[in-house]
């Protein structure tokens, strides 16, 4: 069974001034659940939008997956679960969007909304045109 949920969206303020974070709520216990499976991956994704040769990285969101990035279903579950969040969905509806996965090898506890945040933020630094100006 194919299961994806998310765990946290983070929007681009200002052109890279600010990021905003948003916990996704799920189910009690489901993520930590679903977290101590095997066939878990956690994935911080972005959101970025093409400007000629360079990126702009407006969002990100927070990925606990059985798919991986090589499925043919893993763009599909993600889009499924942008469209679902109130703060991701108008991003996504913009032209030129493309998603950039980054699949995550954390090790104990499920990080936390905090934790995801530094991560999306190196993420944003690595792949937006500004970050790496």
Known sequence: ??????????KVNAGGESITSFETLNPPGMAESFW???????????????????????????????HTHHDKEFQDAVMGLIRTSPVLK???????????????SVEGKIPTENELKGVFFQQYLKHSSAGSA
């Open 1 to 10: 069974m194919a299961l994806s949920i998310s765990l946290a969206a983070f």
């Open 36 to 66: 101590s499976l095997p066939e878990a991956n956690l994935y911080l994704v972005c959101m970025a939008k093409k400007k000629g040769d360079l990126r702009d990285v407006k969002a990100g969101i927070a990925v606990l997956t059985s």
């Open 90 to 104: 108008p991003i996504s509806e913009k032209s030129n969007m493309s998603l950039l996965p980054a699949r995550l």
